[in-house]
């Protein structure tokens, strides 16, 4: 009888028997005639491993696997959860790891770390108050409402005072930081509706809220005398006072000149 397979013992299998067709449908029967030459096809199935878990009092996900085997690749894991901390890992043999590296043939114990949850403060520069915020446990913060500050437009959050650096909400914090607001003037429009007439060239098209107290210039129409600026609600208005806000349309009124 002629046997072509290797029968080392394959670390990760066990044997589960001889076969007489390639496939491994047929088993031997040892008790059968057997030809005086034939083929014989070894069977090997993977070992199922367990995988232990030290999850140091938190809570494992419920999508990280039990068993593994020689066959089974790399095995991707997902964070453990503890509440008050944030998920910092999973060590292997006293290694940081993310995955299951492919090809184990034993039992493996993973280890859950942790450590306290970062905290961000707020420095508005002038803004309203923001109270500190402690990240999740994926090291986030949810997006809330930015601060207000008379006069200005809020840029963004910056992990600097300089404005060199950018948050956002989609980062992961890993440390307790200081977070900065920054801010640029607002800049409003005014548009005029001369009502078939022409405004004085020197009326602004734009203010801040900084900008000073601006006397309107009357717009002139062939025919007609200038009755004044009123804006979409009816309000005259002679001028654009320090310390407003908001884009502006401002609409002329004429009446016809007496002949």
């Known amino acids: 009888m ?3 397979t290797n029968q080392e013992l394959r670390k990760g299998y066990y044997f589960v028997g001889w076969y007489i067709d390639e496939e491994c449908t047929k088993r031997l029967n040892p008790g059968g005639i057997l030809p005086t030459t034939m083929t014989l096809y070894d069977k090997w199935v993977p070992i199922w491993y367990k995988i232990h878990y030290e999850l140091n009092g938190g809570m494992n996900s419920r999508l990280n696997p039990n068993f593994l085997n020689v066959e089974s690749g790399v095995l991707r894991l ?7 901390m944030a998920f910092d890992g999973w060590t292997l043999n006293g290694k940081k790891i993310e995955i299951i590296p492919e090809g184990q043939t034993s039992e493996i114990t993973l280890v859950a770390h942790f450590k306290e949850l970062s905290t961000v403060s707020f420095e508005s520069n002038g803004g309203g108050l923001i109270e500190p915020k402690q990240v999740d446990g994926q090291g986030k913060i949810k997006p809330f409402r930015h601060p207000l500050k008379l006069g200005y437009d809020f840029v963004g959050w910056y ?3 300089q404005f060199e650096h950018p948050f956002s909400f989609d980062h992961k914090i890993s440390s307790s930081c200081t977070l900065y607001a920054r801010w640029e003037v607002s800049i409003y429009h005014i548009r005029y509706d001369a009502s078939g007439g022409v405004s004085s060239r020197r009326n602004p098209h734009i203010y801040t809220y900084f900008s ?3 006397k309107l210039l009357p717009a002139y129409k062939k025919g007609y005398v200038f009755d004044g600026w009123y804006d979409h609600r009816g309000n005259p208005l002679t001028q654009i006072v320090t310390h407003s806000m908001g884009d502006k349309v401002l609409i002329a009124r004429f009446h016809k000149e007496d002949k």
Do not use: L
């Open 212 to 214: 000073p107290t601006v």
């Open 2 to 4: 002629e046997n072509e």
């Open 78 to 84: 997902h964070p453990a959860r503890k509440p008050g």
């Open 159 to 161: 992990y600097d005072p």
